[in-house]
């Protein structure tokens, strides 16, 4: 079965520092591995993913990730905070030698950016 | 290109009634996923649609539904509604299978509340 988990319930950062929000998952096979991230009252937005090739994946806003295979992790990172970042943050991930075809969310992670 | 669209954005029932939410993916995509995202549960996983077709379902009991229309247009059903059922429900849209390696584009949900 694929699972992934977010450590943190919450992030704090100061704006202009950098962020890392973490994330771990379980597979049996090589996996799909996807960042996703709600403001209040809106769906989820596509951040980045990592499907294969480069370990270091960019995306929108500023936001990279970072594929371990050998810690099994994927965390979110940017090299400098912002206010407007603040928002609830997803991981999640597909298990390719899984019959099942669906994703799998973590729990989420609140990050909160203050000045 | 629009976005996904989801009607109706609000909705307030009372115990025992029965729902029916709509979401229209963006133009070209073939699969609609619907997941229920609640404070104690996080986001899970209900059902997806491609061409029609149920290709995954979750751990949810028979009251919820769903089907997909030929113009991928889909629709969610609850019947027999639980205090438990209130939360957002969110459909997102891609253009293969939602276990693939496209993103999913999220509508803004619907927020359901059963009274």
């Known amino acids: 079965a694929q699972s992934v988990a977010q450590p943190e319930d919450q992030v704090n950062v100061a704006e202009g520092n950098p962020l890392t929000v973490k994330c771990t998952y379980s597979?049996?096979?090589?996996?799909?591995l996807f960042w996703y991230v709600q403001y209040p009252n809106r769906g989820l937005q596509f951040l980045l993913k990592?499907?294969?090739?480069?370990?270091l994946v960019k995306g929108s806003y500023g936001f990279e990730a970072e594929f371990n295979k050998s810690q099994t992790s994927f965390h979110l990172k940017k090299p400098s905070a912002l206010v407007s970042d603040s928002a609830l943050y997803f991981c999640?991930?597909?298990?390719?030698?899984?019959?099942?075809?669906?994703?799998?969310f973590g729990t989420g992670t609140r990050l909160q950016v203050t000045l | 290109k629009a976005g996904v669209t989801q009607t109706p954005r609000y909705l307030i029932k009372t115990r025992g009634q029965q729902v029916t939410l709509s979401c229209s993916p963006i133009?070209?995509?073939?699969?609609v996923s619907w997941y229920q995202q609640t404070p104690g549960q996080g986001l899970q996983f209900l059902f997806e649609?491609?061409?029609?077709?149920?290709?995954n379902k979750g751990n949810f009991p028979g009251r919820f539904s769903g089907r997909q229309f030929s113009n991928s247009r889909s629709e969610m059903n609850v019947s027999t509604l639980e205090l438990g059922d209130s939360a957002l429900y969110l459909c997102?849209?891609?253009?293969?299978?939602?276990?693939?390696?496209?993103?999913?584009?999220f509508g803004p949900g619907t927020r359901l509340t059963v009274l």
């Open positions: 997102a849209s891609s253009f293969r299978l939602a276990g693939g390696p496209d993103e999913q584009f």
């Open positions: 990592y499907i294969t090739g480069d370990n």
């Open positions: 597979v049996s096979g090589n996996p799909y």
């Open positions: 999640a991930v597909r298990d390719l030698s899984g019959t099942a075809s669906k994703l799998t």
């Open positions: 649609y491609f061409s029609e077709t149920q290709r």
């Open positions: 133009s070209g995509h073939r699969s």
